[in-house]
């Protein structure tokens, strides 16, 4: 029968482990066992695992975005599969909650539940959680941890309540290194216990500091992808391959702190006793290794040292150093300090290349899985007749199609195409990673399952924009075509929402009786060329919305009345339903629009709260018929909990109607 697999690595070999199982995974599948679909160190992987290793409390529901996850592990160990989940956390209480989830999931409950743990010296333990932030750990994460290694043996003994122990299993890793290194003794065992042969290690190793003993190599492994763009394309292999080389050369640095060691050594001696006997291991083997027990930690944040710096930059391959400068440059306004000094470097001694001359507008199109549609984007852009120069920026959020290599094919034909493909998928990077990229005085939007029906429609735009100095921004109408057939092609928006008594020109308050803006119609002068304000939220829905209103609160609306675009819904869009059926467009995105309401609320400051609460009014409504059609009415009762001011207004606005009606006599 399958079994639910459940491995918790406490031990400095859990990234070489993890990648080690990512690397074999048709192995594992060839032997009955699949772990998540999801790359180890992506934020899809952190993400999804995230859904799991929960704390839930007891009789409460798991997130509703966890019930897929649920699912899919259902469908895998009744079709006869092992279900491996895998973390590196090390509370105890996620035990505990897990098997809560667990025990209250008739279909999960059913099948038999083994957990492994692997357990490594907890002062390398505490060494690689410290090299594994980007910025050093708060005082109170350090003390933290601390605690949490000191009570290995109780989240041991968590482990065995949670799952019984005879389906507990223990493994020791001796390391005496916080680094990450090949151990194939140590994976053979981990392989063993999922019942698979010994796996191939990974080749290359993945891009992680981990796998670094200096902190001079961990920050340079951080330089390749500025904000996780990944172009041009890069030889990952060989920049890990030149920075290891370098890094056997300057060895070991430190970076926890020093009191948190000797802490951890005062305050766990009792721990690591016991952690031994429950390994069968003899007293000392998990003791912190010499060299690292009373080692000063090495500034965390000093500035590079230059002659490391040249070091690596000369020991890359031609075409990877290439590369590898380019990334740097296309991105400069966006550089850490770290960068900045590779790319100092990497021009050492090399003609500057003359730069492009500077674009007036920018477009920006944002794309995912838009295989089908996003060559018709780029062509309506190239195909622009313009007395300025025109940049666009094309960043895809991690396409599972071939619109990446769509893309890219494009941008090796036209030097003004410049693609960001992001490396993994983060809540509101898609809008952040391309807003911070747009430094021109024009902006126009273009998603990628849309396109540009005018060629003289940036040039309109812009003409209107500098005989208009006032206005913020403009739009037009455009031709909206549903895919499927489901209606006619129709334009937008209504003469509803269109200036009214000839006016060319709408108000701030004008956008709040609904968007009158379609994405691809907006061309901004844009507010953001000197980088986006800290208060700014890029994970809103809808965002074009919010983007609108950020533009109309610094200047008037300018409306031209010629169609010059082509909006496209099709079932991959997330506003697909809207124009098909309300009602059930709202169950699933009422929600983010209640609290893209609330967002903009808080950035007016509540001067403009009766029109949102009127349109917030519309989304409850439809929820209430949901409730009353459809029986379901988890949507109102959470919207009402999660967003109050506006579930009070719902409520008054219903008994203002019932009055009225009760005065008419209805």
Known sequence: MARLLIYIDASPSFPLLFSTIHANRRLLSRFGTE????????????????????????????????????R???????????ALLFSSVLDGEYHASLARLIRRTPALSRFETRCLLVVGRPACVLEQRHRNARNPLREEDGEQLVRRLVELPARIDDARRAWGEENVSLLADLSASPTARRREELAERLFAWLGAPAPEPPRPLPRHPLFLASQTARRLSWTSAVRDCEWPPLDMGAFMESLLALDGQWGEEVVSPLRLRER????????????????????????CPEWLAARPETAFDAPLPRERTRAFADALPAEARLALRRRL????????????????????????????????????????????????????????????????????????????????????????IRPVPLSCRRVGENVRGLFLRCRTRYAALCDGDDYFSDPLKLQRQV??????????????????????????????????????????????????????????????????????????????SPGDWYWHLLHAEVGKIGFLPQVMAVYRRHRGAAYY????????????????????????NEHFRGRYFLPLAHLADGVLSDFLRLSLDGGDRAPLDEACERYPEFGEHFLKTLRNIQTAQTRSGQ
């Not at 003609?351 to 674009?359: D, G, K, L, S, W």
């Not at 489901?486 to 006016?503: A, H, N």
């Not at 339903?577 to 903009?600: C, K, P």
């Open 72 to 82: 899919e592990t259902v469908r895998l160990l009744e079709s006869g599969r092992n």
């Open 264 to 287: 951890l050594n005062r305050e766990g001696a009792g721990a690591l006793r016991e952690l031994e006997r429950m390994l069968r291991l003899a007293p000392g083997e998990l003791d």
């Open 35 to 70: 772990p998540a679909p999801f790359d180890p160190w992506s934020c899809e992987f952190i993400r999804t695992h995230a859904l799991f290793w929960n704390v839930f409390e007891e009789g409460k529901q798991s997130p509703a975005e966890s019930a897929g996850l649920l």
């Open 329 to 416: 440059e296309n991105d400069a306004p966006l550089l850490t300090p770290d960068q900045r000094a590779l790319l100092r470097e990497l021009r050492a001694g090399e003609r500057i290349e003359v730069a492009e001359p500077p674009a007036l507008i920018t477009v920006l199109t944002m794309t995912r899985n838009h295989e089908a549609y996003i060559a018709d984007c780029l062509e309506s852009v190239l195909a622009q007749r313009t007395s300025f120069p025109v940049r666009h920026i094309v960043l895809d959020h991690c396409s599972t199609d071939g619109t990446a290599a769509i893309v890219a094919a494009y941008a090796a034909k036209y030097p003004s």
């Open 463 to 540: 003409d209107f924009l500098e005989a208009h100095p006032h206005c913020s921004m403009c739009f037009h109408p455009v031709r909206v075509v549903y895919e499927g057939g489901e209606k006619e092609t129709e334009i937008y928006p209504p003469d509803s929402l269109l200036p009214r008594d000839g006016r060319r020109e709408l108000y701030l308050a004008d956008m709040f009786r609904g968007n009158p803006v379609q994405t691809c119609s907006a061309v901004y002068r844009w507010r953001f060329r000197d980088g986006l304000p800290e208060w700014f939220r890029p994970g809103l």
């Open 577 to 600: 339903l809207s124009g098909i059926s309300r009602v059930e467009h709202r169950r699933r995105q009422g929600m983010n629009e209640l609290r893209t309401y609330r967002a903009v």
